[in-house]
Nanobody, 124 residues
Framework: QVQLVESGGGLVQAGGSLRLSCAAS????????MGWFRQAPGKEREFVAGINWSGGFTYYADSVKGRFTISRDNTKNTVYLQVDSLEPEDTAVYYC?????????????????WGQGTQVTVSS
């Protein structure tokens, strides 16, 4: 069982930055693939970024590539999402998720555990 708790969201002006964190419980954190997803009002949940178990492989949705950076610290059981050059279209609830597949995945159905989400609001 893995419990995930996100933090770091908030209200920011367009062009600003935030650092989202996701703290995980459990000793098996380093074996999980991790992902960040987001969901805006009236829209489906969408993939944002993924990272494999070691942090050696990362990948991103085209809409955030070059602006967002995912990373993890297995000694702290934490995964991060650095979000830069924010745009109003980035406004959403951001969720982190853990997958037993150590490679992670862009498909939300392949994740086994989810956090409660953290709100990111970008004003224009």
């Amino acid at each position: 069982q893995v419990q995930l708790v996100e933090s770091g969201g908030g209200l920011v002006q367009a062009g600003g930055s935030l650092r989202l964190s996701c703290a995980a419980s459990g000793r098996a954190f380093s074996t999980y693939g991790m992902g960040w997803f987001r969901q805006a009002p009236g829209k489906e949940r969408e993939f944002v970024a993924g990272i494999n178990w070691s942090g050696g492989f990362t990948y991103y949705a085209d809409s955030v590539k070059g602006r967002f950076t995912i990373s993890r610290d297995n000694t702290k059981n934490t995964v991060y999402l650095q979000v830069d050059s924010l745009e109003p279209e980035d406004t959403a609830v951001y969720y982190c998720a853990a997958a037993r597949d150590p490679a992670s995945s862009p498909n939300y159905r392949e994740y086994d555990y989810w956090g409660q989400g953290t709100q990111v609001t970008v004003s224009s």
